[in-house]
């Protein structure tokens, strides 16, 4: 079964944070529509200032995502902060200490990080949140190893069931955070949460593909 | 925009430096600079009263820090939450070994930073109680009161609470005290012209000319209705109803009147409504015993103004009474 190597992993943080700044303008677009416009502006700050403490230390996978995480959590605030925070830090965790992440580790992981952004938030799927993006990849890929699909072809669902899930918010009601206040005004638009981590997890599977071994 | 602004990504930092200069006799800051402490904080052997929030609803929310009132306060972006380690920090501050509660509002971002500060707290051994304000009679319906949003009904549960710890009362009493405070507030917001996030540069939201949004909440969240702006008199009566339909209280009941500009509305129309209000609700047969008109909680540049309504009985006509040292309230 292929895996990859956390020691040499960290760079993937990197990759995620250009996408992130790369889209700065994109979610907070995205944002305005229905919420108040600073989605990209946080989340580039975050990333953005996560990625000056990761850059040229070599770190692994799970370093990289345990100072993400403190980014978020201790710097940002609003409500992308708490939420991202946890999922990273729990990331870190399950990665601590482990040398090659296989499928088995890797969904570990994921499991972890939604279970601590339910842990603080309330949201379900179909709420018109990040967590319609993630919880749907996380099946997917879940699903693939199960179906006996390779580490690199079990991502290719994740990402394309991440997209699908950020589409889906369009035609959802908000009925979580600011947004919710807005009923069924709400509808017809991305959610930025779930389109900032449509990202992420592409930034991550991606990052992943390119580092497995057999 | 015609703003002043340095950065427009470092308006809250000098914001809070300017503040702290102003009030250097009242507050000072932490070694976080996202919270803002009482010179009197933590006061040995009372309970800590903090609150946090997004900025830009200045005064709201250090303008509140001082003598009988807040403790600390943990500083967020404009209209976003402060983190979780700024609550935490925030806590730390005012901690005076009786433990600390943070009355704060009912938004996403605020429940899991303060949740989450909660936690940490609590492994510095620090006892953290927590009242959420829900006096947004617009946000929600009355079954659902849990999910209003706390807007400038707020106010009145840090004057309530901070007066009561200081009567040296224990964590649970202040906790009941303030949450009395916020159950017997309704609020109401009119807006008339949006506001504008410098980093984001034009306004989120739009109203048009000659229309007001009947409902509107602190960061422009749509109201319950858009109607053609009718006059002040009007408008007024139309706010007290919003407010004192949802609070149903007897006749001869005391009432503290809180009417504050939104950040864009002159005084002088505040008192203009102010006056048709005290009509409206004495015509109802309530007192008035105390009236708060200014900027007391603002959005940005809005439009528009609010209307709190708490009903009084003797123990929080005694508490409203106390004297209180802050930047926004003396």
Same mark, same amino acid.
């Given at each position: ?214 | ?117 909660? =936690?940490? @707290? &609590? ?8 009242? +959420?304000?829900? *006096?947004?009679?617009?946000? #929600? !319906? ?87 702006? =009718?006059? @002040? &008199? ?8 919003? +407010?004192?339909? *949802?609070?149903?209280?007897? #006749? !001869? ?65 005694r508490l409203l009474e106390l004297e209180v040292h802050s930047p926004a309230m003396r």
């Amino acid at each position: 079964m292929s895996q990859f190597l956390n020691s040499t992993a960290g760079d993937i943080v990197l990759a995620m944070a250009d996408k992130i700044v790369e889209n700065r303008s994109y979610l907070s677009e995205i944002d305005g529509k229905i919420g108040d416009g600073d989605h990209g502006v946080n989340m580039a700050k975050g990333f953005g200032m996560a990625a000056q403490r990761i850059k040229g230390r070599s770190l692994s996978l799970s370093e990289a995502m345990e100072t993400l995480g403190n980014v978020l959590m201790t710097e940002i605030g609003g409500s992308m902060g708490p939420l991202y925070g946890i999922m990273f830090s729990q990331f870190a965790e399950v990665l601590d200490g482990v040398e090659n992440i296989d499928p088995a580790t890797f969904s570990a992981m994921l499991h972890s990080g939604l279970d601590g952004i339910q842990s603080i938030g309330s949201a379900k799927v179909g709420d018109k949140t990040l967590v319609d993006a993630l919880s749907p990849a996380i099946d997917a890929f879940d699903a693939a190893i199960a179906d006996g699909e390779s580490f690199a072809q079990a991502l290719e669902p994740l990402v394309a069931a991440a997209e699908a899930g950020r589409d889906s918010t369009r035609d959802l009601v908000s009925k979580i955070g600011r947004s919710s206040r807005l009923g069924e005004r709400s509808r017809g638009v991305l959610d930025a949460g779930a389109t900032s981590c449509a990202i992420i997890l592409e930034a991550l599977a991606r990052g992943a593909q390119g580092r497995l071994q057999n | 925009m015609q703003r002043f602004i340095n950065d427009p990504d470092q308006v809250v930092e000098d914001t809070v430096k300017g503040f702290v200069r102003a009030h250097a006799d009242i507050v000072r800051l932490a070694d976080n600079p996202r919270v803002v402490v009482a010179k009197t904080a933590p006061v040995a052997g009372k309970v800590g009263v903090i609150t946090g929030g997004g900025s830009g609803h200045e005064p709201a929310f250090i303008g509140y820090t001082g003598k009988n009132l807040l403790d600390a306060v943990a500083v967020g972006e404009l209209f976003s939450s402060p983190t979780a380690k700024s609550f935490h920090d925030a806590i730390k501050a005012a901690d005076g070994g009786r433990g600390v509660v943070c009355l704060y509002g009912n938004y996403a971002g605020d429940n899991m930073n303060v949740k989450m500060a909660t =936690k940490l @707290a &609590a492994k510095d051994g620090i006892a953290v109680a927590t009242v +959420v304000a829900n *006096d947004d009679v617009c946000s #929600a !319906g009355p079954s659902e009161r849990d999910k209003r949003r706390g807007v400038a009904g707020e106010i009145f549960m840090w004057k309530c609470g901070g007066a009561k710890a200081s009567e040296g009362a224990s964590l649970e009493q202040v906790r009941a005290t303030a949450q009395r405070a916020i159950d017997n507030c309704r609020s109401v917001g009119i807006g008339l012209g949006p506001c504008t996030l410098p980093a984001v540069g034009h306004p989120n939201f739009s109203i048009e000319p000659d229309t007001m949004e009947v409902g509107i909440g602190h960061h422009g969240e749509p109201g319950v209705r858009v109607e053609p702006l =009718k006059r @002040a &008199a009007e408008v007024a009566r139309d706010m007290c109803g919003i +407010v004192l339909d *949802d609070h149903d209280l007897a #006749a !001869g009941t005391e009432v503290a009147v809180l009417v504050s500009g939104l950040g864009a509305t002159p005084l002088n129309e505040l008192y203009i409504l102010n006056h048709t209000i005290a009509e409206e609700i004495e015509a109802r047969g309530l007192t008035i015993h105390r009236t708060y008109v200014g900027n007391y909680f603002t959005s940005l540049e809005m439009v528009g103004a609010t209307l709190t309504v708490m009903a009084l009985d003797d123990e929080l006509k005694r508490l409203l009474e106390l004297e209180v040292h802050s930047p926004a309230m003396r």
